[in-house]
């Protein structure tokens, strides 16, 4: 998919994130990326609430400005929200706004969020951690499409269509009581999964020559040496260490190219000559994973795991079965 091409001939989304400084154009040449695509251009032009899953720097907000960008509101803005960042206070006043006078230190009225993006989208990042006081505001700005100013006593409505993304399992925080199940339905209405770097191993030269082309220094190229480190590394931190590994090198190469030494030594030693020896497994062992991975992806759903997998029910049910 990382091509000039307007559109990616594979799912029909165009594959830019705009307003990015870094990684604008998602790379999806491995099958896990692709059916993460094809996914997601069938909920670009829906208006319902999206969650997108992942591990912390596997880039979920690309995706989701990648479906903004192919939405019908791509011509409004998209407002991005690490709530995760901020305290309480503040996160109120960020996402809803305030009065003059409402708290010590408001010698201004504030507009939040929710109205800066009004026709457009706002994304709200690891959302499992939104405390619960605001879990209760959020949810009744979902609920009736009105958001109240702090300090105000007026409702106003705001359009915007609500992205969210986590790296947790928010099911689990529903039954932890740390995650309100009314609003775990309400933001739930799409999910997408976006898979770490090593269940898209296809991706990591494209992703990392994406990189290395947007740095102010420009180089050629990576060494075959380079090429084959980045290959063979597990990526723990998944696209985002990927970066800072490219990044890094580019900072460091004295030629035209970038070395095996330039890569960070933590890089090097992790993906030693046998580094790719773990990922040789029985292909049965492969399977195994994968369907269970995707069966507790549909939250134990047999039909419409086995509809994802492009299996027969029954066949399915065999295959669970024998795993027992």
């Not at 890094?248 to 020896?277: K, M, N, S, T, W």
């Not at 195994?288 to 029910?313: K, N």
Request: overall charge positive; proline content about 5%.
């Amino acid at each position: 998919m990382e091509r000039c091409s307007p559109s990616c001939a594979v799912c029909g989304l165009v594959p830019l994130a705009p307003g990015r400084r870094h990684g604008s154009r998602i790379v999806a040449e491995s099958p896990a990326m692709q059916a993460v695509l094809k996914r997601a251009a069938r909920f670009a032009l829906a208006d319902a609430p999206v969650v997108i899953l992942g591990e912390t720097g596997s880039g979920k907000e690309v995706v989701a400005r990648t479906l903004h960008g192919n939405s019908p509101r791509r011509r409004r803005r998209f407002v991005a929200v690490n709530v995760a960042a901020l305290p309480t206070d503040l996160l109120e006043s960020e996402l809803f706004g305030h009065a003059k006078g409402a708290f010590t230190g408001a010698a201004a009225a504030k507009v939040g969020l929710f109205e800066e993006a009004s026709g457009g989208t706002l994304f709200l990042d690891e959302v499992a951690e939104l405390p619960l006081l605001l879990q209760a505001k959020l949810l009744r700005a979902l609920q009736d499409g009105e958001i109240r100013r702090v300090g105000e006593t007026r409702s106003f409505t705001a359009d915007v269509r609500i992205v969210s993304a986590t790296h947790r399992d928010l099911a689990a925080a529903v039954r932890a009581g740390t995650f309100r199940e009314d609003l775990y339905y309400r933001l739930k209405v799409l999910t997408l999964r976006v898979p770490p770097l090593r269940e898209r191993r296809e991706d990591v030269l494209p992703l990392a020559c994406l990189f290395l082309r947007e740095e102010a220094r420009k180089l050629h190229g990576f060494s075959p040496g380079a090429r084959e480190r980045l290959r063979a590394s597990p990526w723990p931190g998944t696209v985002r260490e990927l970066h800072n590994a490219v990044m890094h090198g580019a900072a460091l190469a004295q030629g035209g190219e970038l070395g095996v030494d330039d890569l960070p030594e933590e890089l090097v030693a992790r993906a030693g000559p046998d580094a790719g020896a773990a990922d040789v497994r029985p292909l049965a062992e492969v399977e195994r994973e994968h369907v269970l991975r995707v069966l507790d992806a549909c939250g134990g759903s047999q039909s419409e795991a086995a509809r994802r997998l492009g299996l027969g029910r029954n066949t399915l049910w065999r295959k669970v079965r024998s795993y027992a």
